[in-house]
């Protein structure tokens, strides 16, 4: 916990189950592959998330994997018993209108460093995040962009982003920093799904000026479409609906 030596993940809670659990689990378990810990067992950790979340009908349960107990200094201990930590808590409360409206974004100032042994899994060291939300205090602005510290798009800063242009959509290659998140995976199958094309690859500030739409996605908010970025209007409509909507069902459910 002292040097963010773990992993976490973030389920959202629909109808007393957590939703898009084996995505979140393969997630989990590559996390601690990378880190070099003992992954947990699933049937247990499910068994436990279950006890945990057993008089919730909705809200957040969160399952953070630490590598232990060690002494000090940073060499991990020859001995690893990894620490499981489960928690519920309410949903969180996002603007009413976020889904059919869009959002209001902004870039920040903070960028991401590179480390492709870190890309892509959730780990416990979030202070780049933690720096960029201190960014902005005014609440109509609901998520701030990040880039990386060679000036590409990345993420925001609790969700991933696409691009919409001329039908096809793009979203941020994450090979070198970023969280591949587990609603943006199930984005990327279900546009395939529908002959939408997608696209992974580097991407500009110039490109969302460009694009015709943005949106963004985590496992709390599915999918937000973006109305505002920096100040200048976006086209939120850009969005497919069908893609919404197959998103928020699919995202939703207990698979």
Known sequence: MQYGDGVFETIAITGGLPCLWDRHIQRLLEG???????????????????????SADSGVLKIIITRGI???????????????????????????????????????????????????????NRLEQVLASRE???????????????????????????????????????????????????????????????VVSDITMHDLRMADGLFLTNSLIGIWPVRELDGQGVNSQAVDKQLIETVMEQGFNHG
């Open 136 to 198: 902005w205090s005014d609440p109509l602005i609901s998520e701030g962009l990040m880039l990386d510290v060679n000036g590409r798009v990345i993420e925001g800063i609790k969700s991933n982003l696409f691009i919409v242009k001329e039908g096809v959509l793009r979203t941020p290659d994450l090979m070198q920093c970023g969280v591949s998140g587990v609603m943006r995976a199930l984005v990327i199958d279900i546009a395939k799904s529908m002959d939408v094309s997608v």
């Open 32 to 54: 601690c592959r990378r880190l070099g810990f003992p992954a947990p067992d699933i049937n247990v950790l499910f068994d436990e998330a279950e006890r945990v979340i057993a």
């Open 70 to 124: 060690g002494g000090r200094g940073y060499r991990p201990p020859d001995e690893v018993n990894p620490n499981r930590i489960l928690t519920c808590s309410p949903a969180p409360e996002f603007q009413e209108d976020a889904r059919q409206r869009g959002v209001a974004i902004r870039t920040c100032t903070n960028r991401l460093g590179r480390n492709a042994s870190l890309a892509g899994i959730k780990h416990l």
